[in-house]
Structure formats: structure tokens, C-alpha cells
């Protein structure tokens, strides 16, 4: 009997108007809208928690750290390949060498600021050297250590540092101020702030004038109204620097 009365509800439902099962289905979902929504906030929570256990197995973190860790060190290693194939391909740097260096330490004692290098390769390597950094002249080997593989650079803004240089076609010495900056003095023009200022060509030291820094501020000399003072920042961020570049000029044949 029960089951013939489903069956005859069954076949009222399926023959009733749309209307009619539309309005029922409402109902039905109306009445038992909150048994279905725990049930599902049950599975949700059941199924998170067991991604999240197994995401956190310790072995699999340990591999991918191990992946990633070997990825940035061949990533550093095909850098620092691109950066010495690209300078020894450069029309500038044709008859030059470099001796590829890693920067250990930067002393900014008072008035001093230099760089300890360390060298992969010492052969050739002399006091008064250019030292670039991000392609930029940054300053000139001091001393060289050959039986540590190790030399210091001094800086630029050095306040003993001074190299000749050219800024909008106006031949002057740049000095180090000490403080990671440099001075242009006495110059007979003024020169427009963002004026790239380059070192100048060097018999056996440098072949071609490079890029040393640029004006941050030009204002008249204090003791000569007639002439200008500038200063300089290096055209890279020294203090960031993690490998610098020195130039090794062949002799001719």
C-alpha cells in the first residue's frame, strides 16, 4: 500500500502544472535550507583540513626549499656569465680584460669610503686600476693582496679620491666629499642638475671615457661668483653593490 501511494504521487507530481512543482520545490528547499547548508559547511571544513595535512609534510617543504635555493644560485651564476660576456663584447671595451670581484666589505670611516674586493683571479691586477660597478666607474684599486685574492678599491667619494673627468664638454678633477658624494669646483658654466659627468680616457687604464655619475646640485663658487660648483652622485648605488669589475687594459701587439 505505501508503496502504491508513491507511485500515484509520484505520477501527480510529474503530470501537475510547472506552476504548480515550482511553488513545491521552493517549499521544500525553504524547509530544509539549514540540515543542507551544515552538511556542506561540514564537507567544506572536512576537505580543507585534509589538504592542509597533506601540504605540510616536512619532506616535501625540504625538497622545495632545496629547489628553490639551487635555482637563485644558478640564476646569480648565469648573471654574473652575462654581465662579463657583455662587457667583453662591447667595441669599448675591446683590448681590455676583467677581473670579476665580490664585494665583502664597505668602510665609511669619516671621510673614508672604500670597498674590500674579493678577486677570482689576481693575475694582472695593479694599484690605480678603474673599478666598474653596474657598468659605471666606481673607483680605483688602492692595494692589491695577491696571496689573500683580495684588493681595496677606493672609492670616488673618497675624500682623497680625485680623477679627471668631463661634464657638458668641460674638462675638470672630480673630488670625493667623504660622504658618498663628490664636487666638481670652478667649473666657468653652469651645468644643468642630471648632466651626466665621465671619466676620462686613460693611457693603460682606461681606452674610452665611462660614465662615473651625474649633477645633483650646481650652485656659484663662494669664493668667485664668476665660476660654478657641482655636486656629483656615483651613477650607481655603491652601497648596494654586491660584485664590481676590474679593468685590465692589454698592451698592445
Same mark, same amino acid.
Given at each position: 500500500?505505501?508503496?502504491?501511494?508513491?507511485?500515484?504521487?509520484?505520477?501527480?507530481?510529474?503530470?501537475?502544472?510547472?506552476?504548480?512543482?515550482?511553488?513545491?520545490?521552493?517549499?521544500?528547499?525553504?524547509?530544509?535550507?539549514?540540515?543542507?547548508?551544515?552538511?556542506?559547511?561540514?564537507?567544506?571544513?572536512?576537505?580543507?583540513?585534509?589538504?592542509?595535512?597533506?601540504?605540510?609534510?616536512?619532506?616535501?617543504?625540504?625538497?622545495?626549499?632545496?629547489?628553490?635555493?639551487?635555482?637563485?644560485?644558478? *640564476? !646569480?651564476?648565469?648573471?654574473?656569465?652575462?654581465?662579463?660576456?657583455?662587457?667583453?663584447?662591447?667595441?669599448?671595451?675591446?683590448?681590455?680584460?676583467?677581473?670579476?670581484? *665580490?664585494?665583502?666589505?664597505?668602510?665609511?670611516?669619516?671621510?673614508?669610503? !672604500?670597498?674590500?674586493? /674579493?678577486?677570482?683571479?689576481?693575475?694582472?691586477?695593479?694599484?690605480?686600476?678603474?673599478?666598474?660597478?653596474?657598468?659605471?666607474?666606481?673607483?680605483?684599486?688602492?692595494?692589491?693582496?695577491?696571496?689573500?685574492?683580495?684588493?681595496?678599491?677606493?672609492?670616488?667619494? *673618497?675624500?682623497?679620491?680625485?680623477?679627471?673627468?668631463?661634464? /657638458?664638454?668641460?674638462?675638470?678633477?672630480?673630488?670625493?666629499?667623504?660622504?658618498?658624494?663628490?664636487?666638481? !669646483?670652478?667649473?666657468?658654466?653652469?651645468?644643468?642638475?642630471?648632466?651626466?659627468?665621465? /671619466?676620462?680616457?686613460?693611457?693603460?687604464?682606461?681606452? /674610452?671615457? %665611462?660614465?662615473?655619475?651625474?649633477?645633483?646640485?650646481?650652485?656659484?663658487?663662494?669664493?668667485?661668483?664668476?665660476?660654478?660648483?657641482?655636486?656629483?652622485?656615483?651613477?650607481?648605488?655603491?652601497?648596494?653593490? !654586491?660584485?664590481?669589475?676590474? %679593468?685590465?687594459?692589454?698592451?698592445?701587439?
Amino acid at each position: 500500500m505505501l508503496f502504491t501511494w508513491f507511485m500515484l504521487t509520484g505520477l501527480i507530481l510529474l503530470f501537475a502544472p510547472q506552476e504548480l512543482t515550482g511553488k513545491f520545490q521552493l517549499a521544500f528547499v525553504h524547509i530544509f535550507r539549514w540540515p543542507l547548508s551544515m552538511g556542506g559547511s561540514v564537507a567544506l571544513t572536512a576537505r580543507t583540513q585534509q589538504l592542509a595535512g597533506g601540504a605540510s609534510q616536512p619532506g616535501e617543504r625540504q625538497y622545495r626549499n632545496y629547489i628553490a635555493n639551487l635555482q637563485q644560485t644558478l *640564476d !646569480e651564476q648565469r648573471r654574473k656569465f652575462e654581465k662579463l660576456y657583455g662587457l667583453d663584447n662591447t667595441f669599448v671595451w675591446e683590448g681590455a680584460d676583467f677581473a670579476l670581484a *665580490d664585494v665583502i666589505t664597505a668602510t665609511t670611516d669619516g671621510s673614508r669610503n !672604500e670597498l674590500t674586493i /674579493a678577486c677570482r683571479k689576481t693575475d694582472g691586477l695593479t694599484k690605480g686600476q678603474y673599478v666598474l660597478g653596474d657598468e659605471s666607474v666606481i673607483g680605483i684599486v688602492s692595494e692589491v693582496f695577491p696571496q689573500i685574492a683580495k684588493a681595496d678599491v677606493k672609492l670616488v667619494t *673618497d675624500s682623497t679620491s680625485w680623477i679627471p673627468v668631463e661634464v /657638458a664638454g668641460l674638462k675638470n678633477i672630480l673630488k670625493g666629499n667623504g660622504d658618498y658624494t663628490a664636487r666638481i !669646483e670652478w667649473l666657468k658654466n653652469a651645468v644643468k642638475v642630471g648632466e651626466d659627468v665621465f /671619466a676620462l680616457k686613460k693611457a693603460g687604464l682606461l681606452d /674610452a671615457p %665611462i660614465i662615473v655619475g651625474t649633477v645633483s646640485r650646481c650652485e656659484r663658487n663662494t669664493q668667485n661668483a664668476s665660476l660654478w660648483d657641482v655636486t656629483v652622485e656615483p651613477a650607481c648605488d655603491i652601497q648596494k653593490l !654586491e660584485d664590481v669589475a676590474v %679593468i685590465i687594459i692589454r698592451p698592445p701587439k
